[in-house]
Every structure is written in structure tokens, then in C-alpha cells.
């Protein structure tokens, strides 16, 4: 099966991850600061291991988180896309995205969001979920921006559950 092309959004390039892109992945995926409302990956080895079982987990189901560069020059920024947590499963297919601090505040989580809920409406996805934690507004405010509600608190988790149906 010949690899899945390219995404493209007006400022942004979508590719399935390679394992050459890690180590630029791991640049902001390792690092607490940049990972503080989630779970940092604790090594390059960490790294290349969660990468290759969503590239995995894309194969079977023909989604997962993208490799993200900026269109103008190449440069790794982000990962993020559509997918089934696989680590923690059952919640339905979801929207998560990571970015480099450098390019925070750019609206391409907003951009790589909205990229990410039209492949979803292109492979019939009924709806799209979404976590959040209470201390990160940026996030919030990227999925109420693409339409996600909030559907409840989860103290458990301590998150905030989103949910967006995709259906016309």
C-alpha cells in the first residue's frame, strides 16, 4: 500500500510521520514546558516508539496524528491529526495536536484542527472528540473555535471532555 499523500492547509504541509522527522518531534514532544498539559515522552526512544504505533494504528484504520511542517521552507512544527488513543481507549476518534513553543500563538493549531475535522468528514466520521486541560485557554479556545462543545468535566482525567458531532 503506497503511502498516504500529503495534506495541505494555507500555511501548513499534513505528512504521514517518518522516523528521520523524530528527533525534530522529540524537540518539543520531550520537553515538560512545551508538554505541561499533557505527558511529555521521556526519551528519543519514547519518542520514535509512540510515533510508530499510531503509524501503526493508520494503517488499520487509515487515520493518525501527521507530522506537521510550515508550507514556507519545511520546517517540523507540530504533530497532531485524528486518532484513537490506543493507550487509553474507548473514547471514539480524536482530535490532539502538539507544537514547538516557537510557532505558539500562530492559529495553526486552529489550522491543523480544521484540517483535521475535513479528513474526518471525508472518511464519514459520525463525530470527533477532544480533551483539554482547565489551565490551557490556548486549546480551549482552539476547539471552541472548530466547533466543539464542552460535554463535561473529568476529574479523574483532569480534563475537560469536547465533543463535535461531524454529521450534516
Not at 524537540?27 to 510515533?51: I, K
Not at 481507549?89 to 486552529?110: C, I, K, L, N, S
Request: charged content about 25%.
Amino acid at each position: 500500500m503506497p503511502a498516504p499523500a500529503p495534506r495541505f492547509t494555507p500555511r501548513l504541509r499534513l505528512d504521514p510521520p517518518r522516523l528521520a522527522d523524530v528527533p525534530d518531534l522529540f524537540a518539543f514532544m520531550g520537553d515538560p514546558a512545551a508538554m505541561a498539559h499533557t505527558h511529555p515522552r521521556q526519551s528519543l526512544r519514547d519518542c520514535r516508539r509512540y510515533v510508530a504505533v499510531h503509524e501503526r494504528q493508520r494503517r488499520r484504520t487509515g487515520f493518525a496524528p501527521w507530522t506537521i511542517r510550515e508550507r514556507d521552507g519545511g520546517r517540523i512544527v507540530g504533530w497532531g491529526g485524528l486518532y484513537e488513543d490506543i493507550f487509553d481507549p474507548g473514547w471514539g476518534v480524536e482530535v490532539v495536536y502538539f507544537f514547538h513553543p516557537a510557532v505558539w500563538g500562530r492559529g495553526y493549531a486552529t489550522e491543523l484542527t480544521r484540517a483535521a475535522l475535513a479528513f474526518g468528514r471525508e472518511q464519514g466520521l459520525a463525530a470527533v472528540v477532544a480533551f483539554a486541560h482547565p489551565d490551557n485557554r490556548g486549546s480551549r479556545r482552539v476547539l471552541e473555535k472548530s466547533g466543539f462543545v464542552e460535554d463535561r468535566y473529568l476529574p479523574a482525567l483532569d480534563r475537560s471532555f469536547y465533543r463535535l458531532a461531524l454529521a450534516p
